[in-house]
């Protein structure tokens, strides 16, 4: 399957760190893959839409971990959203 990720997401990743760049990046290569059945993804529902999940977490708990939003329309990943999560 094809990875899409909306331009604004990709503005929005560009400010991050060069290393946590690639980190996401390498995470999402992941859903090619598996966009379904990855053990980090779930389906979920919101207003009636199935929509997914995947939940990047860093190895170092210091790390932000993140998570993406992402339908799957024919033989495409589209990525909608990547939300920062803070744990730290």
């Known amino acids: 399957?094809?990875?899409?990720?909306?331009?604004?997401?990709?503005?929005?990743?560009?400010?991050?760190?060069?290393?946590?760049?690639?980190?996401i990046f390498d995470e999402l290569k992941e859903l090619e893959n598996k966009p379904v059945n990855h053990k980090d993804s779930k389906l979920i529902?919101?207003?009636?839409n199935n929509i997914l999940r995947y939940r990047m977490k860093a190895q170092n708990k210091?790390?932000?971990n993140f998570?993406?939003?992402?339908?799957?329309?024919?033989?495409e990943i589209r990525i909608v959203s990547i939300l920062c999560r803070d744990y730290s």
């Open 1 to 23: 399957m094809e990875l899409e990720i909306k331009e604004r997401i990709l503005e929005d990743i560009d400010e991050l760190d060069e290393d946590i760049k690639k980190w």
């Open 45 to 48: 529902r919101i207003k009636d």
């Open 62 to 64: 210091a790390d932000k």
């Open 67 to 75: 998570k993406a939003i992402y339908r799957i329309l024919k033989d």
